[in-house]
């Protein structure tokens, strides 16, 4: 049983750029959510979705998107990047209100 | 104040010794509460979860709640050297978000 899987493992890009994350949910799993991990910190939440809409967000601006997918795997959309978006960016599935398992992350270097 | 508070670290056991992790919260609708651990490099693993006052035992792991005074702990106890690794706190509120501390850094010395 494949856990938690997120594509691609690293990816740089410039500033101003715009960046599409991918994350497939354990099977089983309906609820999608990602997090941002900056070095040293603890992962921040950025949002949660489940039946293919956003059901809660964290304190991100809106150049944080995300899409949830009929088969429940989701994309982390950034635009207009900046350097302080360099950071690890998790993907952690679950049933609905229950316990989350994350992925490997995608460790993303804005230059 | 932030909405999870762990020591930074780094804390430093034998092996074999009881390490002990502590966490406060300051949300008192908090409902749910779990332990990662984070390995250099790689992502959080859960390794505990706690949704009542008391202890919850799972191997070397015991995890406990406080309610009341808005604390979590976690013990680990025969240390092992492959314990070594940031420990993170996490609580969820009803809104299904989940809030991470900073983490602790424990480092187990053979």
């Known amino acids: ?111 | 104040q932030k909405e999870v508070e762990q020591n930074s670290g780094p804390l430093s056991v034998p092996e074999g010794a009881i390490a002990s992790l502590n966490c406060t919260y300051s949300d008192r609708v908090s409902q749910s509460f779990f332990w990662y651990r984070q390995y250099s490099g790689k992502s959080p693993e859960l390794i505990m979860s706690i949704y009542s006052n008391g202890d919850k035992e799972d191997g070397r792991f015991t995890a406990q709640l406080n309610k009341a005074s808005q604390y979590v702990s976690l013990l680990i106890r025969d240390s092992q050297p492959s314990d070594s690794a940031t420990y993170l706190c996490a609580v969820k509120g009803n809104n299904n978000d989940m809030r991470f501390g900073a983490g602790t850094r424990l480092t187990v010395k053979p």
Not at chain 1, 12 to 19: E, M, N, P, W, Y
Not at chain 1, 81 to 104: K, M, N, R, T, V
Request: proline share 6%.
């Open chain 1, 1 to 111: 049983d494949a856990g938690v899987t997120q594509s691609p493992t690293h990816l740089i890009k410039t500033r101003g750029q715009q960046v599409t994350l991918r994350c497939s949910p354990k099977s089983g799993h309906d609820t999608v959510s990602w997090y941002q991990q900056a070095l040293g910190q603890g992962p921040q939440f950025i949002f949660q979705y489940y039946e293919e809409e956003e059901r809660q967000r964290g304190n991100f601006p809106d150049r944080f998107s995300g899409h949830q997918f009929p088969n429940y795997s989701s994309e982390l959309n950034v635009n207009a990047l900046l350097l302080g978006d360099s950071a690890l960016y998790l993907c952690a599935s679950s049933p609905i209100g229950h316990e989350q398992y994350f992925g490997p992350g995608t460790r993303l270097t804005v230059t």
